[in-house]
């Protein structure tokens, strides 16, 4: 019986490649599932700014944009959306 190292050489350089493809397919998707949980998190900021908002008159308008931008940008970008509110009153 002889071993053919060719066919062990292969794989387990098949499995490096399967490896190094899965890990580079995963990080996209570790991506897009924080800015998807960050910007749920951004809309819950603004759904309670809203309702403390509504006792003194202020409204920030909740749509996919605005907690697209407190998902992405996190406090900053909350604190973008209160400054632009104040100054523009858009």
């Not at 066919?7 to 190094?20: D, E, K, N, Q, S």
């Not at 924080?34 to 998190?41: A, G, P, R």
């Not at 907690?67 to 992405?72: E, K, L, R, S, Y």
Request: zero cysteines; glycine letters at 12%; aromatic letters at 14%.
């Amino acid at each position: 019986m002889t071993v053919d190292y060719g066919v062990i050489l292969a794989y387990v350089v098949g499995i490096i490649l399967l490896f190094i493809l899965g890990r580079l397919l995963l990080l996209p998707l570790k991506v897009l599932l924080k800015l998807v949980y960050n910007s749920l998190l951004g809309a819950i900021a603004i759904l309670l700014v809203n309702f403390v908002g509504a006792f003194i008159g202020f409204h920030i308008a909740f749509n996919i944009y605005t907690a697209f931008i407190v998902g992405t940008l996190g406090i900053p970008g909350f604190v973008l959306l209160v400054i632009l509110k104040l100054i523009f009153g858009i």
